[in-house]
């Protein structure tokens, strides 16, 4: 069983950045393939940027790309997102996931963590 615990989200200003963090433990591997998804209020879940378990490949979706930066180190078993140029449509509960392949689809996603709340003010 792989255990993930997110941490970083908090309150900040629109224009402002942060740095998420997952955590891995448990069946521990850097053989997993790392995802962020986030989930609006009211809304569906959606794709926010996927990482290779080597780190030389990684999707983002259109809303973020430029902004956000997916990013991991294999030797602390954790993966990063850094969001920069924060606007208030990106106020959301952000998931990190792990999957055996690289995908955008969270439906290929095996492990989740708890999410953490990221609230952006205009």
């Known amino acids: 069983q792989v255990h993930l615990v997110e941490s970083g989200g908090r309150l900040v200003q629109a224009g402002g950045s942060l740095r998420l963090s997952c955590a891995q433990s448990?069946?521990?591997?850097?053989?997993?393939?790392m995802g962020w998804f986030r989930q609006p209020p009211g809304k569906e879940r959606e794709f926010v940027a996927a990482i290779s378990w080597s780190g030389a490949n990684t999707y983002y979706a259109d809303s973020v790309k430029g902004r956000f930066t997916i990013s991991r180190d294999n030797a602390k078993n954790t993966a990063y997102l850094q969001m920069n140029s924060l606007k208030p449509e990106d106020t959301a509960v952000y998931y990190c996931a792990a999957s055996f392949f690289l995908s955008r689809d969270y439906q290929n996603y095996a492990y989740w963590g708890q999410g953490t709340q990221v609230t952006v003010s205009s």
């Open positions: 448990g069946r521990v591997s850097s053989n997993y393939a």
